[in-house]
């Protein structure tokens, strides 16, 4: 049986505006099971992004995140089901309403959204129906593009913004004893895992984060510390590199070495180094 595990959808807000040279850092907390819930007031249907909602919470501000975690305890409804696929459509319509109305469009603002579940969606078309978000019920492949779809549109057409989505799966009881009672090998079990949860990668500046798997809380975090912090660089190539292989070799402070092979692509109005796969 499942157990009551708090599913937490957070979406961050990070910003060093080009305008009025502030900094600020916000975020919204969506639960989601049986229901979905969100820290903010988000109207429900097939036009509630031309609906008022107020803004994220401060977490720079040390009153504003007690109160946000208090908020949190209470937030996300427990349950035997998973509504990912509709609480992540839900984020990326606040992302895009944050855009708008909160960043101004601020070209310098990063985004990102931080999934964690324990389990794979099975809820989304009937809740989004319930819900007046779609009028006819949808297969889950037809919702995994209809998700991909919301993700390419949260930045807009012509926005230079980094935005991205960081999967993390919890690999619980009930994961687990599917594995067991289908006598799948830990290979085919990541494998697995990794298809059924690429719906959810996104990145609007390279290759999306991969799938973080763990049956431990403290690995997921851990990994997902090391792969936030090391996801992206800014670096100078001449134009003439396009569609060329090129290596780059990085050294950290304490005199370590690493090497970094990609493709350089063009991409929109920028460039982008793409993984190299042999």
């Known amino acids: 049986m499942k157990q009551n595990i708090y599913f937490l959808l957070i979406a961050l807000f990070l910003s060093s505006c080009a305008t009025q040279h502030t900094r600020f850092l916000q975020g919204d907390v969506i639960g989601f099971s049986d229901e979905v819930r969100t820290s903010y007031r988000c109207p429900r249907g097939m ?21 946000m975690r208090t ?6 409804p427990r349950g035997q ?51 007046k978000k779609i009028l006819f019920s949808k297969t889950p492949e037809q919702y995994q593009k209809r998700l991909q779809k919301k993700l390419k549109g949260a930045m807009g057409w012509f926005a230079k913004n980094t935005f991205e989505v960081y999967p993390m799966m919890f690999e619980g009881e009930d994961m687990q004893a599917t594995k067991t009672r ?6 085919q079990f990541k494998e697995k895992l990794a298809k059924d949860m690429e719906c959810f990668r996104y990145s609007s500046t390279g290759e999306a984060p991969e799938l973080i798997s763990a049956d431990n809380y403290q690995v997921i975090i851990e990994k997902l510390k090391h792969t936030f912090v090391s996801s992206s660089y800014t670096f100078r190539v001449p134009k003439s590199y396009v569609n060329k292989k090129i290596r780059m070799n990085f050294e950290n402070r304490k005199g370590q070495k690493i090497s970094l092979i990609g493709v350089l692509k063009k991409q929109g109005f920028s460039y ?6 042999n």
């Open 71 to 76: 908020e949190i305890k209470e937030l996300p």
């Open 272 to 277: 982008i180094l793409t993984r190299w796969r």
């Open 47 to 67: 036009f509630s992004t031309f609906k008022e909602q107020n803004a994220a919470w401060n977490l720079l501000d040390d009153d504003q995140v007690g109160r």
């Open 81 to 131: 089901n998973t509504a990912a696929y509709y609480a992540m459509e839900l984020a990326a319509e606040r992302i895009k309403y944050i855009r708008r109305h909160y960043a101004k469009n601020d070209p310098q603002t990063k985004y990102y959204i931080f999934l964690l579940t324990d389990g794979l969606d099975n809820a989304s078309p009937e809740l989004a129906k319930k819900e």
């Open 182 to 187: 289908n006598r799948i090998s830990d290979e």
